[in-house]
């Protein structure tokens, strides 16, 4: 088998792998459901719920059922009546532009452990844009600003913060 075909049949492979997992996920009852894991080998400590600052345990609580090739959440009453709302959000940052300020960038429930991985789904996940730029660290971080609750976001998103300025932590 020359390395052309040998390639094509692991891309297979893979796909049909990656397709058989999608129809597990799509028929058991808890996908997308938590707000990730968080690997205990982690230098970083959990995040530990704080008044005033929303809980992730809330922004997980959102169901998805798989519908024509993606995810479509059902958010609970008490999260949708946080749509249009000013919060506060903590979380590792996921750096979105090239730099050590950023504007624009994902705030996760749990840190990553992969340079390569996403820490969570969608629901331990929310996407900032930020008025001011935010130095990127490894340690978690507060914004404040207005969430949008996405029900049918063309990027996967369940959750956005704009107008975020950052907070002292």
Known sequence: MNSKNRFSSIAVLALALMLGMAGAWAQSPAIGQGPGYHDPRSPFKPLQEREGI???????????????????????????????????????????????????????????????CVPAGPEGLVEVRSKNPVRYTLEPVVVEGTLAVLGDDPYGMYYRVSDAQQLGN
Do not use: I
């Not at 992730?56 to 946080?82: C, D, G, H, I, Y």
């Open 54 to 116: 929303l809980p992730w345990q809330l922004l997980s609580s959102v169901t998805s059922k798989a519908e024509k090739n993606r995810l479509v959440p059902s958010f609970p009453s008490a999260v949708q009546a946080l749509d249009k709302q000013k919060v506060k959000v903590q979380g590792f940052m996921l750096p979105l532009e090239p730099g050590d300020k950023q504007r624009h960038f994902l705030l996760s429930s749990v840190p990553t452990s992969c340079s390569f």
